[in-house]
């Protein structure tokens, strides 16, 4: 499986950015594909997660109600749509993909995910 990560670049205050996550080969049964972010000195933190088996969706709770992510299974893409965007935002943006381990939680999509995208970098400023 590889993913690669694109649509990132500058936005000012208050905008919005599209970043799709290319997706090629596929992982046998349920999965969880995330976007996750990390900005220097720390850690990379989880920003979306969703399940292939019933598209149950995990949001942090700092993008909640301003991040929406979305599959796209004919072109085998992943997107994250971030509206309302803030300088807080701005940090490199990857896409990852694991397999699904039991039910979904939040924890569903976490740092060592054994298929990352390349990173993104988003930055947010006027």
């Known amino acids: 499986v590889q993913l690669q990560a694109s649509g990132g670049g500058l936005v000012q205050p208050g905008g919005s950015l599209r970043l799709p996550c290319e997706v090629s080969?596929?992982?046998?049964?349920?999965?969880?594909v995330g976007w996750f972010r990390q900005v220097p000195g720390k850690e990379r933190q989880v920003v979306a997660c969703l399940s292939s088996y019933d598209g149950s969706l995990y949001y942090g709770d700092s993008v909640k109600g301003r991040f929406t992510i979305s599959r796209d299974l004919v072109k085998n893409e992943v997107y994250l749509e971030m509206n309302g965007l803030k300088p807080e935002d701005s940090a490199v943006y990857y896409c990852a993909m694991d397999r699904l381990r039991g039910a979904f939680t939040r924890w569903s999509c976490y740092p060592g995910m054994d298929y990352w995208g390349k990173g993104t970098q988003v930055t947010v400023s006027s």
């Open positions: 080969g596929a992982i046998s049964g349920a999965y969880a």
